[in-house]
């Protein structure tokens, strides 16, 4: 409930009251200083678990099946990846909007969580598409492409704002990965 209310009013906007309030304790009491000695510690905790839920992604890159088509198995790691930036969705406003102000913290970020599933994401696009001269920079183009479809998204109050849906961009992006990967559409 802390990440919830970080997500939607931000860090620096949200106080030890209002969490309270939503965890069910006094507010302005203090109570929640009893778990956690500061409003950080409750955010590193927060980041933590988003750490630990991204294992699954992770796994699932590992055993997307042989029995989808290439270009099905792309839309289905697509797919995954957009369902975890909504549930991950307070966690990734709090990552936009607030982060900057914890530097140390959105280093952690960056090693803990995007580096490894980066690190999947690229051992998954070299299996897929071994002719491809750079999977590294295939993977960083998928993630960055579904991570800004979120993003707009969620600006726009769940309707992207240049009107197409979510499975319509998805498959698109599996074909230009497919292309990509089969040397159709060669990269720069």
């Known amino acids: 409930m802390a990440m919830d209310l970080f997500g939607r009013h931000g860090y620096h906007a949200t ?4 969490i309270e309030a939503a965890a069910g304790l006094s507010a302005g009491a203090g109570g929640l200083y009893r778990h956690f000695k500061t409003k950080r510690a409750l955010l590193e905790e927060g980041l933590r678990r988003q750490f630990e839920a ?15 088509s290439r270009r099905d198995r792309f839309l289905a790691v697509a797919r995954a990846g957009l369902r975890r930036l909504e549930q991950e969705r307070d966690v990734n406003r709090l990552l936009l909007r607030d982060l900057a102000s914890f530097p140390d913290l959105l280093d952690q970020v960056r090693s ?10 690229t051992g998954w696009v070299a299996r897929e598409s071994p002719r491809h001269p750079d999977p590294a920079a295939l993977a ?8 800004h479809y979120w993003i707009f998204t969620d600006i726009f109050a769940g309707r992207h704002p240049h009107g197409v849906d979510s499975e319509r961009f998805l498959r698109t992006l599996a074909d230009l990965a497919v292309a990509v990967g089969d040397g159709v559409a060669d990269p720069p």
Not at 15 to 18: D, E, R, S, V
Not at 112 to 121: F, S
């Open 112 to 121: 803990q969580e995007l580096a490894r599933v980066h690190e999947a994401l």
């Open 54 to 68: 991204g294992r699954p992604l992770v796994t699932y890159l590992e055993q997307t099946g042989a029995e989808l």
């Open 140 to 147: 960083a183009v998928l993630m960055a492409a579904v991570s």
């Open 15 to 18: 106080t030890i009251a209002q």
